[in-house]
């Protein structure tokens, strides 16, 4: 039935052998190294996550940084805005004072050349009366007719 022959036998002594051999050299070198392997990945997955939850939490902290960065954009847009007004009312009001006094200095020099030029007038019409009453004069000796042309004369000039 069954025979062994010592080829058989041989050969499955030598493959007991060479299985245990392999499996102390080689398996356990592969398996140390799968281990390693799966350990590295494991080591890696776990470095990764941690590097995303850390990214995540920069992001956050990015954001708020951004909105609080806005919010004082605002601000200080708002306080420039207002800055600007009291700036813009006070230089209105200095102007508005300045364009007062100019137009105050200005009614103020017209009524002095007013007065200069009535005072001129005056004598100039003094003048003229004066020399119409020296050509009545000569031309006529009546004082009280030629009284009467002076104050008529005054009166008409003193009215225009």
């Not at 006094?101 to 009524?111: C, F, H, K, P």
């Not at 030029?117 to 009546?142: G, H, Q, T």
Request: avoid cysteine; aromatic fraction near 6%; hydrophobic fraction near 45%.
């Amino acid at each position: 039935m069954f025979n062994i022959d010592f080829t058989f036998l041989f050969t499955a002594i030598n493959l007991l052998i060479l299985y245990i051999v392999v499996r102390k050299l080689l398996f356990g070198k592969l398996g140390a190294f799968m281990g390693e392997r799966s350990g590295a990945i494991a080591s890696d997955i776990e470095k990764a996550e941690a590097l995303r939850l850390e990214a995540e939490a920069m992001q956050k902290e990015q954001k708020e940084h951004l909105d609080a960065s806005y919010d004082e954009r605002k601000k200080i847009i708002e306080e420039a805005r207002q800055q600007a007004a009291k700036e813009y009312d006070t230089v209105v009001r200095m102007a508005k004072k300045e364009a007062d006094r100019i137009v105050a200095d200005a009614r103020n020099e017209t009524e002095r050349e007013r007065d200069r030029l009535r005072k001129e007038l005056k004598r100039e019409m003094a003048s003229l009366v004066i020399a119409a009453s020296s050509k009545v004069i000569r031309a006529n000796m009546d004082n009280d007719r030629n009284r009467a042309l002076i104050d008529e004369f005054i009166s008409d000039e003193g009215a225009a």
